[in-house]
């Protein structure tokens, strides 16, 4: 709340008045109703006697400042020229054939001028060739406002019409990127006193996003890469229209006027800050912020221009001084290479920055910029980043980005929602209603399990719907400590449910739920509850996972040897992802893979995961048939069908979505859900998409397919189904145990013969004699040796038939499926 | 029976639905349910989240109990009927449609409306369609004789427009030929 003197002078007399600071902040420059463009000095006081430019006819309504000049826009159709500092005219440039200047906006470098008048078109002239000009026709009415990206290569435009259009100026061409309606408020007649108001966009110093005043009476944030509204700034006091805005220089403060004043927010946590009080019977026409002082200054419609200096406290950050944390990104958007939020060294890496302090609170709606960190670190040179290293000595060289812990299955937020797991049973979403969260749980099954939706104040960051109930985990706040909530299905109730609570510096960082498929419907949970409530996994910070049962008795807590970064439980193990030391320098994230089965808390297999260089682990699950699966960032879908064999397994590539049929000239992206026998379930997401947004989309099968390379049209796809079957079929006999041999297998054994047989009788057409003969040995049944001796004898093949024969006759002194069964017992 | 005279040699509408409704439409199931034998075939299993292909009686019924949703067959889309009316107004001859596109689009519209993605500029482009191809049909009508009509690619709902009319006429225009009027001069 400050209350430091105003300044107030009479610069013009009542009417719109228009205010512009000069680039250096020493001059300001008022136009108003007189005609007149009266120009201030900053540093001095309230009885100084401003410049005058004289020149106008009629009353200015417009006025904009660039490098080495300013410009004044007016009524009569003229936007003067005039030198910097000077009130000298230095030409006219240009003319708005008939129709008043409505307004004036300079672009950042102070190249190019644009230009709105009564007529529909904008006018984009250069400012060193007035000649070149280039028009920007999209709106039905006059153009309001015009304001550029920080980054100069976007226009913004807020019409008359309610419209406010975006613009890509970057190329010779000015293309509209944007139409956005619905947000400011579409006045049309110049003599209200609404079509004074300042409709303008305000664009963030990051260039992420603009704030706009809109025809509720709130300010809305509106995000660039959505073209949505992401935030509002809304306080009780505020009344009435808001009637303009301003941006302070580094973007940290947002000042407002209204009815009830000059309300000055802070654009990071969109909470009012300081109040001026208002003038009565003046409406404030503009407002703007001093470019190098704390100072700011406002013009009303009584033509008096007021300077409110120091608004800003000493003791808050300075409305001025850059941080790092706001930068400009252009319209191709670039990562910048600075403060990354692993690197300790941030505050160094600065040094070509303004020697900031460490950066405030990076704003949570703003979640892009963080994610990004993922996909694209890898792209920092290590040799420039190595070179900035030069003067410290730290244990850790490797430069590629650690991936962060992440919860397979879920979303950031995006517009308030996001999904905490979406998997093959079902999904939970969650609303964010500012002090609370809305928790939505869906089942894909509706006859086995009940969906529900609770009012979650604890603000649950990390979820897993398992087969037997639903996890879910929140940090700690002020008011309580974090803690692990684990609910069963079948009774919603609080009987079955538990909560673990963790003490004040532990932080669960990964939680899965697993455990025993259901058997019968669980909307009547009566056989149910004999086999248990499953298993509940917690991974923390403290570098180790727990490990609890259904009902909440903790049994174990194993010790991780690296970071953790995702996990996935499944029907009998827990399949864990941890960082095996630190990431290389030439770009593997060096993963490993981990799987604790339940009952024994044995390591079933400890695998190093194969993400190649440069990518990053996207997804894990598992497969219906109970092998682990993992996704990573280049397409690739691995299994790991020989799960059972303690140790022995390897991981299988089974899909490479890259050369799927439907992805050509397409640009889409898969985001897994599960993995069934024969295909996987996924997400198609179109473009640039990384999540799934809101209303849910519909899970698409895209069948797997291993990524062979024989193109034989007949008989590739052939060959490729017979090694996919025979992995799978090994995935059944793995978990067979003493039985020999199933139903199911045996079926599918059947299957599988009839294609080897086809593609004998292939073979032998071909005669390609060593290819049939090692097609036969891998037939299963003996009835299937006796058709694939006809087909030889078909083809007159004698010596091949001799040698199927011998084949049969070995085949039948040993059983196979014995030979298995002892096998597995090894 | 009870049915008009006009109306008993012909097929009634809901009866098309009904033959309509025996073709398989793509569902996502929200229940699981085992591999069932019907008296047209077997049919499932069911397992969510995954798609499956059941009859359109089948499909409804589910849908009516709120078990599953209907993903809508490709041709019920709006930029695919919008190509075809832009060829139907465009071309003298029909243009191809599925053969009952008429009575499952109306299947699809009725039960599973929240299912499709614009149903009401679906619903416009339909009327519109039809609309286009029965004036062609109009038009077709009178270049009937009493040997052969020939109206390709004229769908189910509209041969059964017409079928009691030509029918009829071309019983008449049969008899005509068939003894031909005494020649002017009496």
């Known amino acids: 709340m400050s209350s430091s003197k105003v300044l107030q002078n009479s610069a013009h007399g009542p009417g719109t008045t228009y205010l512009a600071f000069s680039r250096d902040g020493s001059l300001a420059y008022t136009g108003g109703n007189d005609t007149l463009v009266r120009v201030w000095n900053t540093k001095e006081g309230a009885d100084q006697e401003p410049g005058i430019a004289v020149e106008a006819g009629e009353s200015i309504t417009a006025i904009a400042v660039g490098e080495d000049c300013w410009l004044s826009g007016s009524e009569d159709t003229e936007v003067r020229r005039y030198l910097k500092d000077e009130t000298v005219m230095e030409g006219l440039v240009t003319s708005g054939n008939g129709a008043a200047i409505r307004s004036l906006a300079i672009d950042p470098k102070g190249k190019r001028v644009a230009v709105s008048s009564e007529e529909l078109d904008v006018k984009l002239i250069d400012l060193e060739d007035p000649l070149k000009i280039s028009l920007l026709s999209g709106h039905i009415k006059c153009v309001r406002r015009i304001t550029w990206h920080p980054s100069g290569s976007l226009l913004t435009t807020s019409g008359a019409d309610g419209k406010v259009i975006v613009w890509d100026v970057s190329e010779d061409e000015p293309k509209q990127e944007k139409i956005i309606e619905g947000v400011i408020p579409a006045v049309s007649d110049p003599e209200s006193p609404e079509f004074a108001h300042d409709c303008s966009v305000i664009w963030h110093t990051s260039g992420q996003y603009f704030y706009a005043a809109t025809r509720t009476h709130e300010i809305v944030t509106i995000s660039r890469s959505t073209w949505a509204k992401s935030s509002t700034f809304s306080d009780d006091s505020m009344l009435g229209d808001v009637t ?79 941080s790092g944390a706001t930068s400009v990104t252009t319209v191709p958007m670039q990562r910048k290479a600075a403060p990354s939020l692993f690197d300790d060294d941030a505050v160094d890496d600065n040094k070509g920055k303004d020697g900031a302090e460490p950066e ?99 603000k649950y960051d990390l979820a897993s719907l398992g087969e037997r109930g639903a996890l879910f985990a929140c940090p700690s706040e002020n008011d309580h400590l974090g803690h692990v909530v684990y609910k069963p299905y079948g009774t919603w109730a609080s009987q079955g449910e538990w909560t673990y609570e963790l003490p004040k510096d532990v932080r669960a960082i990964g939680v899965s739920a697993g455990g025993p498929r259901a058997t019968k419907s669980q909307r009547v949970m009566s056989d149910g509850e004999l086999q248990g409530y499953g298993n509940v996994v917690v991974a923390t910070n403290q570098h180790e996972i727990t490990f609890l049962t259904g009902s909440g008795i903790e049994r174990i807590s194993i010790g991780l040897d690296g970071d953790f970064v995702t996990m996935v439980a499944g029907t009998e193990f827990v399949f864990v992802v941890t960082r095996d030391g630190a990431t290389t320098i030439d770009g593997s994230q060096n993963l490993l893979g981990t799987m604790w089965e339940f009952d024994e808390f044995s390591v079933l297999q400890k695998q190093k995961l194969p993400i190649p260089k440069g990518s990053t682990l996207k997804w894990i699950g598992i497969t219906q048939e109970g092998a682990p699966a993992i996704y990573d960032s280049k397409g690739v879908l691995y299994t790991m069908p020989r799960f059972r064999i303690p140790l022995r397994a390897s991981w299988v590539r089974s899909l490479d979505t890259n050369t799927l049929e439907r992805r050509e000239g397409k640009d889409e992206s898969y985001w897994p859900v599960g993995v069934t026998a024969d295909s996987i379930m996924c997400l198609i997401l179109k473009g640039r998409q990384e999540y799934p947004g809101f209303p849910r989309p519909l899970i698409q099968e895209l069948p797997l397919r291993y990524p062979f390379r024989r193109k034989d049209p007949k008989e590739g796809p052939l060959e490729e189904h017979i090694a996919r079957e025979s992995m799978l079929l090994n995935i059944k006999r793995d978990a067979l145990g003493d039985d020999l041999t199933s139903d199911e297998i045996s079926r599918r054994e059947l299957a599988l013969d009839k294609e080897l047989i086809q593609l004998i009788q292939h073979a032998c057409k071909n005669d390609k004699l060593p290819r049939a003969l090692e097609l036969t040995g891998m037939l299963h049944h003996i009835p299937s040796f006796d058709m694939a001796i006809k087909v030889a004898g078909f083809y007159h093949l004698v010596g091949l038939r001799e040698k199927m024969e011998a084949l049969k006759e070995d085949r039948m002194s040993d059983d196979r499926l014995e030979g298995a069964r002892e096998k597995r017992k090894r | 029976m009870a049915l008009p005279i006009s109306l008993r040699s012909s097929v009634t509408p809901p009866e098309l639905e009904l033959i309509a409704s025996e073709q398989l439409i793509e569902i996502i199931p929200l229940i699981s349910m085992d591999k069932t034998a019907f008296i047209s075939g077997a049919y499932g299993p069911l397992r969510p989240p995954a798609k499956c292909k059941l009859p359109i009686w089948m499909a409804t019924n589910l849908k009516l109990k709120k078990k599953c949703h209907i993903v809508p067959p490709d041709w019920l889309s709006v930029d695919f009927l919008q190509d075809r009316l832009t060829r139907e107004t465009s071309q003298l001859e029909f243009c191809a449609m599925p053969f009952r596109f008429a009575e499952i689009a109306k299947i699809v519209l009725d039960v599973a409306s929240d299912d499709l993605e614009n149903p009401d500029k679906i619903r416009s482009l339909l009327k519109d369609l039809r609309e286009a191809r029965q004036a062609k049909s109009r038009e077709g009508i009178t270049k009937l004789d009493h040997s052969e009509l020939s109206l390709p690619n004229l769908c189910s709902m509209e041969i059964n427009e017409i079928r009691p009319f030509f029918i009829r006429s071309m019983g008449v225009l049969t008899q005509l030929t068939r003894h031909p009027a005494p020649a002017d001069g009496a």
């Open chain 1, 360 to 458: 405030p609170e990076v704003d949570l709606d703003n979640d892009d910029w963080i994610l990004d960190d993922i996909g694209d670190g890898l792209q920092d040179e290590p040799e420039e980043q190595r070179s900035r290293k030069d003067g410290l000595v730290k244990e850790m060289v490797s430069v590629t980005k650690a991936q962060p812990a992440f919860q397979p299955g879920s979303t950031p937020w995006t517009n308030k929602k996001r999904y905490l797991d979406y998997n093959m049973i079902g999904v939970i979403e969650a609303t964010d209603q500012d002090t609370h969260h809305i928790v939505n749980v869906e089942f894909h099954d509706k006859t086995a399990r009940k969906g529900m939706h609770f009012t979650d104040h604890f």
């Open chain 1, 244 to 322: 303009a805005l301003a941006l302070s220089a580094n973007g940290l403060y947002l000042a407002s006027s209204s009815q009830a004043g000059i309300f000055i927010w802070s654009t990071q946590n969109r909470r009012v800050l300081y109040k001026h009080p208002p003038s009565p019977n003046a409406t404030v026409t503009q407002l703007a912020w001093s470019p190098t002082q704390n100072l700011l200054a406002w013009t009303d419609s009584e033509g008096i221009l007021t300077r409110w200096p120091q608004p800003i406290p000493p003791s808050a950050p300075d409305p001025v001084k850059r």
